[in-house]
C-alpha cells in the first residue's frame, strides 16, 4: 500500500509541475515572442509570479472549489 501512496504523490507533483509549466509558457510566450523582455527576465518574473501565485491566492481557490463548485457537483 504505501508504494502506490508514494507512487501517487510522485505523478500528482509531476502533474502538478508539467500544467504549471504549461500554465506560465502561455502567459510569459507573448512578451518573449514579441521581444519585449529578455528570456532571463521572463523566467526570473514567471519564477516571482508562480510562487506569489501559489502562497497568496491558494487559498481563494481552495475556498472557492470546496463551496460553489464541488458540493454542486453531488
Not at 509531476?14 to 500554465?23: P, Q, R
Not at 523566467?43 to 481563494?60: N, R
Amino acid at each position: 500500500m504505501e508504494i502506490w501512496l508514494i507512487l501517487t504523490f510522485i505523478f500528482t507533483a509531476l502533474m502538478a509541475f508539467s500544467i504549471g509549466a504549461n500554465d506560465a509558457a502561455n502567459g510569459l510566450a507573448t512578451c518573449y515572442g514579441s521581444k519585449a523582455l529578455s528570456l532571463k527576465y521572463l523566467v526570473i518574473l514567471g519564477a516571482i509570479a508562480e510562487f506569489l501565485g501559489a502562497m497568496f491566492c491558494s487559498a481563494s481557490v481552495t475556498g472557492t472549489l470546496s463551496v460553489s463548485i464541488i458540493p454542486n457537483i453531488s
